[in-house]
T-cell receptor
Framework: DAGVIQSPRHEVTEMGQEVTLRCKPI?????LFWYRQTMMRGLELLIY????????DSGMPEDRFSAKMPNASFSTLKIQPSEPRDSAVYFC???????????????FGNGTRLTVT | QQQVKQSPQSLIVQKGGISIINCAYE??????FPWYQQFPGKGPALLIA?????SEKKEGRFTISFNKSAKQFSLHIMDSQPGDSATYFC???????????FGTGTRLTVIP
């Protein structure tokens, strides 16, 4: 099992440019989460999907952020246009089905470090 | 609004010492409390978790202590080792819900 795979590992871009982050979840996992990590706010949930359908996007900071999951093995997080305050580490995580009496651990990728200058 | 409050922000411990990280929550619906460990350049990984029907859970050198009435829980790392140097996140979740609320993290440094 290769785990959750994210690309790119590092992204440096100029303000105003479009940024696309990519994620391949663990095969068989039906939940996919996008988190943002900063020193000030720690880990923030941006959006999560269940069976490729967005369930809760209330953590998406602005309309500049969008996420898609066209199939069970791929998701993207897009920022357009990017701003310096978007600089952070973005994590994708996946898990198997949650249940009424069961909590499935999150499996995180190694993140994408985004720097917007 | 931070659902889970974590302290301290950073911690320096001598090798062989005990590391203690504390967390508090308000939502009494939370019934699952995991701790995640994150090494530099890596994503967080589940370390240990507890449910409120027990007051303590131990796995090797790692112990979670849980105080339901105070709505607090803590991670104790016994005989801390340099290899334990990492960032630790507490979290809370209501079983059946999908949101996992994380604390802001504690950066632990174990000095040889």
């Amino acid at each position: 099992d290769a785990g959750v795979i994210q690309s790119p590992r590092h992204e440096v871009t100029e303000m105003g440019q479009e940024v696309t982050l990519r994620c391949k979840p663990i095969s068989g996992h039906d939940y996919l989460f996008w988190y943002r990590q900063t020193m000030m706010r720690g880990l923030e949930l941006l959006i999560y999907f269940n069976n490729n359908v967005p369930i809760d996007d209330s953590g998406m900071p602005e309309d500049r952020f969008s996420a898609k999951m066209p199939n069970a093995s791929f998701s993207t997080l897009k920022i357009q246009p990017s701003e310096p305050r978007d600089s952070a580490v973005y994590f994708c995580a996946s898990s198997s089905r949650q249940g009424l009496f069961y909590n499935s651990p999150l499996h995180f990728g190694n993140g994408t470090r985004l720097t917007v200058t | 609004q931070q659902q889970v409050k974590q302290s301290p922000q950073s911690l320096i411990v001598q090798k062989g010492g005990i590391s203690i990280i504390n967390c508090a929550y308000e939502n009494t619906a939370f019934d699952y409390f995991p701790w995640y460990q994150q090494f530099p350049g890596k994503g967080p990984a589940l370390l240990i978790a507890i449910r409120p029907d027990v007051s303590e859970k131990k796995e090797g050198r790692f112990t979670i202590s849980f105080n339901k009435s105070a709505k607090q829980f803590s991670l104790h790392i016994m005989d801390s080792q340099p290899g334990d140097s990492a960032t630790y996140f507490c979290a809370a979740q209501q079983t059946g819900a999908n949101n996992l609320f994380f604390g802001t993290g504690t950066r632990l440094t174990v000095i040889p």
